[in-house]
């Protein structure tokens, strides 16, 4: 007779699986978590979105870890709102090249080659995703292969 595997034994295969094949764990999250944010907080264009809403730098970074354990090792640990929270920035595609810049850069300077593939193909997931959504708050619907402009009409 074959067991029944729970929700969370079925979460802890998956996340243990990811681990083996690249590498990822909890150190190398934090690792890329904090080297990306210290390059957002000296950028020009990422810097000064951030700074004007986030006073207390620890619990942003905790949350950020937590988001990404979710995304890259289905965790399951973050469990917030990322489009609750976007929605309201004056942000458009050109913050989300940088973001994406920026991010990939870091992956290649904290992980190995397959852990850093795993999480840039992630980070372009959640920025085409979260981009499309703040356009959608905004009146704009993109059309495939269209990026959203703060100056297009509409948008404010």
Not at 119 to 126: G, L, P, S, T
Request: charged letters at 25%.
């Amino acid at each position: 007779m074959e067991a029944i595997v729970t929700g969370p034994e079925r979460r802890q295969r998956i996340t243990a699986e990811i681990m083996e094949r690249t590498g990822i764990d909890e150190a190398m999250i934090e690792r890329l978590v904090r080297g990306f944010y210290a390059k957002v907080r000296q950028d020009a264009v990422l810097g000064p979105v951030f700074e004007a809403r986030i006073a207390d730098w620890e619990p942003h970074l905790a949350q950020m870890c937590a988001f990404w354990s979710s995304v890259a090792l289905m965790t399951g640990r973050y469990h917030g709102t990322p489009m609750v929270k976007h929605q309201p920035l004056p942000i458009d595609a050109g913050h989300f090249d940088r973001w994406l810049e920026l991010f990939e850069q870091t992956a290649r300077e904290v992980c190995p080659p397959e852990a850093e593939v795993h999480f840039v193909e992630r980070a372009h997931r959640i920025a085409a995703s979260l981009e499309l959504g703040i356009a959608g708050a905004q009146g704009v619907m993109l059309g495939v292969g269209e990026r959203f402009r703060r100056n297009q009409a509409g948008a404010v």
